[in-house]
């Protein structure tokens, strides 16, 4: 059957950056979409960032306005959504594995509905490998048109063609999608999208588009909603989100909207992902003085050498983020900083790296994201050529992560004895006999409990014992 090729990626198209106002779509399901799904099923396998997840919540949202129930068994799905993300190759891989996967289900079933979705098919070399060899994927779109979710659906359908609509644009804004959100007591709220920091070996500038902020009265609406609806905790979600507001031409900006969040009466407020560049003064006091901003940043450095956060694009030097780093434990004393950190990019020294390992020593990250560099295509770090093996680049990934696993336990003795207050995620992965939550400093803490009732509640466990990665503790009654 011969495809409908709506719009094919381009990334050149993608990187361009023009002075336009942003348009925000508000959703509206119309009639002809409303019965599409009736007696039928659907699944999302979610990859990647949380702004994947939130993504996934909308389209979840959209299916079940549309009136299809959530499988339990997503190979007997009657339509299964990959959301999927480009960040990484090994990311990349694990979904071409799960295709392979639903290829004989789909052999089996041919009215299965196969879609794929997310920053991969932004990539024109992803969604050219689809088109070639893919050819039971039924469905291919980006980023930018989660709206249009139900005519895709419907075209899929019907035309029993291949559906290929992936916008390589600024981006817009999303208001009034429907949600179907995984956690009844957490939240994620986006509060910007995009990326305008081109850091050299990212792809998210042009798979997520420019910055751009919605509007502040929708997102204090948003969380106004969800405190009247019980939730305790959201996190706000952007690509940078420090730079939340700095398109809207206006004098307020993230730490303006933090306090303003403060006031509607949520428990707990968190945020990622920041970039060191962007974090000001005025955000930094705002977590200081607002109550319900937690004690905790997740706050990329990726390098401590200066040669290597050049290359990077990154902006910041070695030294301006320890000088942040000062800023932030001044005002925020007890502040646990978390991190990402990429070795091996391309002809790093063992000298650079060196000075990697320094600046962990300085900080003492309470844990991190570590990777070896992975090649985005497209993006100008994939270009250059590298004289390091990768068997060096896995020596030095071993040796920092034994350097950050040392800080992590340190980060979570720092708590032993202390009461603290932990919001109750569920039970125990390891121990039905434990459930298990987090502090406020986002300390993962097991405790033994049966009280299933405690589920969504803020609770006070006593810490008394520190793992590497976990706290133990014991409940303590009020």
Same mark, same amino acid.
């Given at each position: 059957?011969?495809?409908?090729?709506?719009?094919?990626?381009?990334?050149?198209?993608?990187?361009?950056?023009?002075?336009?106002?942003?348009?925000?779509?508000?959703?509206?399901?119309?009639?002809?979409?409303?019965?599409?799904?009736?007696?039928?099923?659907?699944?999302?396998?979610?990859?990647?960032?949380?702004? #994947?997840?939130?993504?996934?919540?909308v389209m979840a949202g959209i299916f079940e306005k549309m009136g299809y129930v959530k499988a339990t068994d997503p190979y007997l799905s009657d339509v299964?959504?990959?959301?999927?993300?480009?960040?990484?190759? #090994?990311?990349?891989?694990?979904?071409?594995?799960? &295709?392979?996967?639903?290829?004989?289900?789909? @052999?089996?079933?041919?009215?299965?509905?196969?879609?794929?979705?997310?920053?991969?098919?932004?990539?024109?070399?992803?969604?050219? @490998?689809?088109?070639?060899?893919?050819?039971?994927?039924?469905?291919?779109?980006?980023?930018?048109? +989660?709206?249009?979710?139900?005519?895709?659906?419907?075209?899929?359908?019907?035309?029993?063609?291949?559906?290929?609509?992936?916008?390589?644009?600024?981006?817009?804004?999303?208001?009034?999608?429907?949600?179907? @959100?995984?956690?009844?007591?957490?939240?994620?709220?986006?509060?910007?999208?995009?990326?305008?920091?081109?850091?050299?070996?990212?792809?998210?500038?042009?798979?997520?588009?420019?910055? @751009?902020?919605?509007?502040?009265?929708?997102?204090?609406?948003?969380?106004?909603?969800?405190?009247?609806?019980? =939730?305790?905790?959201?996190?706000?979600?952007?690509?940078?989100?420090?730079?939340?507001?700095?398109?809207?031409?206006?004098?307020?900006?993230?730490?303006? &909207? /933090?306090? %303003?969040? %403060?006031?509607?009466? +949520?428990?707990? +407020?968190?945020?990622?992902?920041?970039?060191?560049?962007? /974090?000001?003064?005025?955000?930094?006091?705002?977590?200081?003085?607002?109550?319900?901003?937690?004690?905790?940043?997740?706050?990329?450095?990726?390098?401590?050498?200066?040669? +290597? &956060?050049?290359?990077?694009?990154?902006?910041?030097?070695?030294?301006?983020?320890l000088d942040l780093v000062k800023t932030l434990k001044e005002y925020i004393p007890d502040i646990a900083l978390t991190t990402d950190i990429i070795v091996?990019?391309?002809?790093?020294?063992?000298?650079?790296?060196?000075?990697?390992?320094?600046?962990?020593?300085?900080?003492?990250?309470?844990?991190?994201?570590?990777?070896?560099?992975?090649?985005?295509?497209?993006?100008?770090?994939?270009?250059?050529? %590298?004289?390091?093996?990768?068997?060096?680049?896995?020596?030095?990934?071993?040796?920092?992560?034994? /350097?950050?696993?040392?800080?992590?336990?340190?980060?979570? /003795?720092?708590?032993?004895?202390?009461?603290?207050?932990?919001?109750?995620?569920?039970?125990?992965? #390891?121990?039905? %006999?434990?459930?298990?939550? =987090?502090s406020k400093h986002l300390k993962l803490v097991n405790f033994k409990s049966s009280d299933h009732s405690l589920i969504g509640k803020l609770v006070n466990?006593?810490?008394?014992?520190?793992?590497?990665?976990?706290?133990?503790?014991?409940?303590?009654?009020?």
């Open positions: 059957m011969k495809d409908v090729k709506i719009s094919l990626p381009d990334l050149l198209k993608a990187r361009n950056r023009k002075q336009e106002e942003t348009k925000t779509i508000h959703f509206s399901l119309a009639k002809e979409y409303e019965n599409l799904g009736k007696d039928k099923t659907y699944y999302i396998f979610t990859y990647g960032c949380q702004g #994947n997840e939130a993504d996934s919540e299964v959504i990959l959301n999927t993300c480009a960040i990484r190759e #090994n990311a990349e891989n694990r979904i071409w594995g799960v &295709l392979g996967n639903l290829k004989g289900v789909k @052999r089996e079933n041919p009215d299965m509905l196969i879609g794929i979705c997310g920053c991969m098919p932004q990539e024109e070399k992803t969604t050219n @490998r689809l088109l070639e060899s893919y050819p039971f994927v039924d469905l291919i779109f980006g980023t930018h048109n +989660i709206y249009n979710l139900p005519k895709l659906i419907k075209e899929a359908y019907f035309t029993k063609a291949k559906v290929v609509e992936v916008l390589s644009c600024q981006g817009g804004i999303l208001e009034d999608a429907p949600k179907h @959100r995984e956690h009844k007591h957490k939240a994620w709220v986006n509060i910007m999208y995009g990326c305008d920091e081109f850091c050299t070996y990212c792809i998210v500038p042009y798979t997520r588009g420019k910055e @751009r902020s919605r509007a502040k009265e929708d997102i204090i609406k948003e969380v106004s909603d969800l405190v009247k609806q019980g =939730y305790i905790e959201v996190t706000l979600l952007g690509q940078n989100v420090n730079a939340y507001g700095k398109d809207l031409g206006e004098d307020y900006t993230f730490g303006d &909207l /933090l306090c %303003d969040l %403060d006031k509607t009466g +949520i428990k707990r +407020i968190r945020y990622t992902t920041s970039h060191p560049r962007d /974090l000001d003064l005025k955000t930094i006091k705002a977590m200081a003085t607002c109550k319900s901003v937690m004690p905790q940043l997740h706050l990329p450095v990726q390098s401590g050498d200066d040669n +290597i &956060l050049k290359k990077m694009n990154r902006k910041y030097t070695h030294q301006m983020y091996g990019f391309p002809n790093e020294t063992e000298e650079e790296f060196q000075n990697t390992l320094k600046l962990v020593e300085e900080v003492k990250f309470e844990g991190a994201f570590t990777f070896i560099y992975s090649p985005r295509e497209g993006t100008p770090a994939a270009k250059l050529k %590298d004289d390091v093996s990768l068997e060096e680049k896995h020596r030095r990934l071993d040796e920092l992560n034994v /350097l950050v696993d040392k800080y992590y336990k340190e980060g979570n /003795l720092k708590h032993l004895g202390n009461v603290e207050e932990i919001l109750v995620d569920g039970v125990s992965k #390891n121990n039905p %006999d434990y459930l298990c939550g =987090y466990v006593k810490i008394t014992e520190a793992k590497t990665w976990f706290q133990m503790g014991e409940l303590v009654d009020e």
